[in-house]
Structure formats: C-alpha cells, structure tokens
C-alpha cells in the first residue's frame, strides 16, 4: 500500500473549381454519402449531418472537395446531398478560406477566416472547428502525436500529424530522448534526455526551439506528463532518495511529492479534471495502477485493472476510462478500463502497447511491432499511419 507526504522544496525552473450535375452535389460523387431518403425524418433530426455548398474564389472548388474528404475521414459527421442539418459554404482564394456554418433554417453558428500559408492547414482547422460546432467534441485534424524512433541509431522524438503525415524530428539529443509529452496548447513539448549522465527532464518551447533543463536536481528526473493547465509536470525524481512522483509548478519551480514508495513510481498521467494522477508502481507484486489526489493528505490508492501487469496508463479526456499496457497470454496487449469501476475492453494484442487517447476521446493510437497505429474505439477500424521509420514507442497525442 502506498501512503504519501508533503514535500515542498525549491528547485530552479525554467522560465518557463468545378461544375456539377444537375439535382447532385459533385461531393455525393467522391464520397460515401447517403440520400437523405436512406435515413428516417427522426434519425435526421438527431444526427450530425452536413451538405456541402457553393465556395467561391480562385481555389473554391479544390477547399470544398478537400473539406469535404477531411470530413468523410473523420466519420464524426455524415455528408447528404440534401435535407441535412447543417450546411457549409465559403469563398477561398490562395489557399486562405472563409467559411461559414449555418442550420437548415439559415442561422449562421459561425463564420471565420483561415489564413494559415498552406490550402490544408486552413482545411484541418476549418474541419475540426465544423465538428466541433456540430457535435461536441474537439476534432483531431489539427491535433499532432510525439512519438519515439529509433530511426537515426539513436532514440529521438518526433512528431507527426494526426493521419501520420508530416513527419518531422523534434529532438537531437546526443543520448537520446524518451517519454515526449506535450502541452494542451502546444506550445511547449518535455522529454527525458540523458545529457548530463542522468535522466533529465528538458522542456522545449516549440515555437523559438530552445531547449531547458526542468529541474536540477541530483539523480533522477524522467518522465513528465503535463498537467491540463500547461503549467505543471509531474515526473519522477529521485533527489529524496527512493525515486517518487512530484507535481512540479513551473512557474516557481515549487515541487511536491505525492507517493511515498518502495517501488519506482513512473508513467504519470493527468485526469481531465488536473486534480488526480493515474500512474504505475511495483510495490511487490508486479506492475500495477494506482491513483492519488494531488490536493489532499489522502495516500495513493491501488486501482483494480483486472490483470495483474499494468504500465502506461492515460485517462481519456473525459475521465471516464484508463487505457494502459499489459499482458494478455503473455502478449503486450492494449486495454481500456472503466472508471472507477466497470467493463475492460482489449483493444489490440499482438505486441501493442503505449496506449495515448486523441482529444476527441473516439481513437486510440499505440505502438505495435515498431510501427505507429490509430485505431476508431467505434468502429474498431484501425490503419498503420507511420511505418519504415526505424522502431516506434511512446507515442503521445497531443491534447
């Protein structure tokens, strides 16, 4: 049983165009899209169904049709060539897009401006803010994974974006970089480098690409997840001796231990809420998950997996399950876990593992025999979405 204590010590932080056939929308043509005949008047009213109309300008025509298969991709909203819900329409002109989202009954719910350089950053952000509008939920077009390759002989961190296009290698450490987690609001990525002879956690500010060491402290330092708030982490360190989870302020450089162990506490994860931890521990019986209250004396509690090997856990962005790692018939395996308590779902065998949920909480992506996987939790459809990139862990989405 794990108990905790309060320690508050100072640590030096970082400061931190086209025509279409008459009576047939051009996009009921490419994509998989139903007339609304197919559907009955009540199954209309509750689904999240869009027509696609008019973009004007110069590159009108090429905006609407990849609109239109980001948003098929997405299999958040459904495309009807008529009687839909809600309708798109815009004007695009150099790649920049105006769109505008409106009900069936002409009420617009918004109208923005993209002015990103590239035609398809415009698309991702445009699409993820229509599913947004229209079911609840963040999309993921724009969202981006870090994830660990061994690619250059040495591991390093990458990054890609949610389909697994635009690849690009985030870190260059000598000695390698693990464990990348990002900020919700991207601005800040950290991982645990091995620069000073010990593990390190180095926080990288993503838009000036300065590199800083979180904590110097003695021993260790790894592991960090970023808290809901951007501005704390909590890691594992081992300057009080045994190795312990702290939640570190980085904006006073203030830590507080939270688990008193006998065992190396590690894999951090945050609840929605920014109040509990979800992590793994070895306190004589095997890997195994525990929670604790960041705000409370209360001790850190085992929580029952079912299974009696349990690493990497996230919770999804609503709380309400635990995706982690573990051994189904001595095969890693990814599982999903109500929480507190209920049903287990094994999502993939096989040799998956380092499971990370996408911020609409619809798909999981983990590694599997060095490969990068997105897998829909609805439909249970999964794809590789990189490959040939020397062996893959750690994959992190962002938030």
């Not at 390190?200 to 500010?205: E, G, N, T, Y």
């Amino acid at each position: 049983m794990l108990s905790k204590f309060r320690l508050v010590c100072a640590l030096v932080a970082v400061a931190l165009g086209g025509s279409q056939a008459h009576g047939e929308s051009w996009w009921s043509r490419i994509f998989d899209v139903k007339p609304s005949g197919s559907q009955s008047a009540q199954e209309l009213e509750k689904a999240a169904t869009l027509a696609i109309g008019e973009f004007t300008g110069a590159t009108g025509a090429t905006a609407a049709k990849t609109i239109g298969e980001q948003l098929a991709a997405s299999d958040e909203v459904q495309l009807l060539d008529k009687g839909a819900r809600f309708n798109l329409t815009g004007r695009s002109v150099g790649g920049r897009i105006t769109g505008r989202l409106a009900d069936r009954k002409g009420k617009v719910l918004f109208e923005r401006t993209y002015a990103a350089p590239g035609l398809e950053d415009n698309v991702r952000a445009f699409s993820d803010d229509v599913i947004f509008a229209v079911t609840g939920r963040p999309g993921v077009a724009t969202s981006r994974i870090a994830f660990v390759s061994d690619l250059t002989g040495t591991k390093q961190v990458y990054l890609c974006d949610a389909d697994g296009s635009d690849v690009e290698q985030v870190t260059h450490q000598a000695y390698g970089a693990v464990s990348p987690t990002i900020a919700g609001d991207g601005s800040m990525m950290a991982f645990t480098g091995y620069g000073s002879g010990f593990p390190d956690v180095i926080l990288i500010d993503m838009g000036a690409g300065q590199e800083r060491q979180v904590a110097c402290t003695p021993g260790m330092n790894a592991g960090a997840a970023f808290a809901p708030d951007g501005r704390r982490l909590a890691l594992t360190m081992s300057f009080v001796g045994n190795p312990e989870i702290f939640v570190l302020d980085l904006n006073n450089g203030h830590a507080i231990c939270v688990t008193e162990s006998i065992g190396v506490p590690s894999s951090p994860a945050w609840h929605p809420d920014g109040k509990r931890l979800v992590f793994s521990a070895n306190e004589g019986l095997g890997p195994q998950l525990y929670t604790v209250d960041t705000g409370t004396e209360q001790p850190a509690v085992r929580w029952a997996t079912g299974y009696n090997f349990a690493t990497d856990p996230e919770w999804s962005p609503d709380g309400t399950e635990v995706a982690f790692t573990t051994r189904v018939n001595n095969d890693w395996s990814v599982v999903t876990r109500k929480f507190p308590s209920g049903s287990t779902r094994v999502i993939q065998k096989s040799g998956a593992q380092h499971p990370t949920w996408s911020p609409d909480g619809r798909h999981l992506a983990y590694a599997q025999h060095g490969q990068l996987w997105v897998q829909d939790l609805t439909t249970g459809k999964r794809r590789s979405i990189v490959s040939g990139h020397g062996n893959i862990s750690e994959p992190r989405w962002k938030k």
